[in-house]
């Protein structure tokens, strides 16, 4: 299903890179892994477009064709590869899908401009579309809250571990909703609204989207402490090793245990003893609940607005691909 929806999109999203100026469309296609620095072409890989595939998925469970939804797929690529690209920055992430960075391949200047120019490509994109206004609108409500999250996640890491300033769980839900479940949402919504569904139906899509994201990142963050690295090509104990505030992590910092995890990842000498304080707190379980209570939400979403059945059961089994991994 992947396959066939980056199939039925590719032609379109190289179209559109093919719109920008020639080095900042070298700069974007490296980032999807078309390229090498220079324009050699590359076997890279580019991701595995779930943005993309629930675009077409959106718009083909309003009950009308995928080929009306790719260009929200477009969008949505586009806005995800400008998010990529400043998130390595600020992050200074060297590397993005085992090769390095464009900041580090091209400069910090030339990928910030090429950022700027996917993300006012994928506008445009939008807005010369039929009911055009509409899915402009509902990219922009995404933007922001994608910005938003970003922002709190960059302001998490500046918290104490303990005290009333600590990050709380719920702090934690509202980020993940804004910097992953945001474009995840307004994927599958522009699809549906490109493909003519009632607002309803985008809106109940764009929650369902929302809910997925706090699902999928607390499964990934599980993952980044107990996975198998080689699995997630990350290694064991990854995330605590980082120091990073995951939704475990905060769970535990409010149990009993909260005090000596939190002196443990000060320290930050000892990852292992900090992921068996955190699993024998009944954090790790917590998580796992957490994301399966976001996941009932979304089918309860996907319930109660009228989808094509056959695209429906496709969107099921994408979600389950998505957070279904393994933990």
Same mark, same amino acid.
């Given at each position: ?75 949505v690529e586009l806005v995800h590869a400008f998010s ?28 910030? +401009? ?6 006012? &490509? #994928?506008?445009?994109?939008? $807005?010369?579309?039929?009911? /055009? @206004? %509409? !899915? ?116 535990? +910092? ?6 000596? &995890? #939190?002196?443990?990842?000060? $320290?930050?000498?000892?990852? /292992? @003893? %900090? !992921? ?52």
């Amino acid at each position: 299903m992947l396959h066939r929806c980056r199939t039925l999109v590719r032609p379109a999203l190289v179209e559109a890179v093919g719109r920008l100026h020639p080095w900042v469309g070298e700069m974007a296609a490296y980032s999807f892994g078309w390229c090498e620095v220079g324009g050699a072409p590359a076997v890279a890989s580019g991701g595995k477009g779930v943005r993309q595939a629930l675009a077409v998925l959106g718009a083909e469970a309003a009950g009308a064709s995928g080929r009306d939804g790719v260009a929200a797929a477009v969008a949505v690529e586009l806005v995800h590869a400008f998010s990529l690209l400043h998130d390595d920055i600020m992050d200074g992430d060297a590397d993005r899908r085992r090769r390095p960075a464009v900041w580090k391949a091209y400069g910090t200047g030339p990928a910030v +401009l090429a950022g700027d120019a996917l993300f006012a &490509l #994928a506008v445009q994109t939008l $807005a010369v579309q039929p009911g /055009g @206004a %509409a !899915a402009v609108r509902t990219l922009s409500v995404a933007l922001g809250d994608l910005v938003r999250g970003q922002a709190d996640d960059l302001l998490f890491a500046e918290r104490p571990w303990t005290g009333p300033e600590r990050v709380r769980p719920d702090e934690y839900r509202a980020m993940a909703e804004h910097k992953t479940g945001s474009l995840l949402g307004c994927a599958a919504a522009l699809g549906a609204v490109l493909g003519g569904a009632a607002p309803e139906t985008a809106a109940a899509l764009d929650r369902a989207g929302r809910h997925l994201g706090i699902a999928f990142q607390i499964v990934d963050d599980v993952l980044g402490t107990w996975g198998d690295p080689q699995v997630t090509g990350k290694p064991v104990h990854g995330d605590l090793r980082e120091r990073k505030k995951t939704f475990p992590v905060l769970v535990a +910092l409010g149990s009993a245990c909260g005090d000596r &995890l #939190a002196a443990l990842l000060e $320290a930050g000498d000892d990852p /292992g @003893a %900090a !992921a068996e304080l955190i699993e024998r707190a009944g954090a790790r379980a917590a998580a796992m609940t957490e994301a399966r209570r976001h996941l009932a939400a979304v089918e309860t979403e996907l319930a109660g607005v009228p989808l094509e059945a056959r695209a429906l059961g496709e969107l099921r089994s994408l979600l389950d691909f998505l957070v279904r991994r393994d933990v």
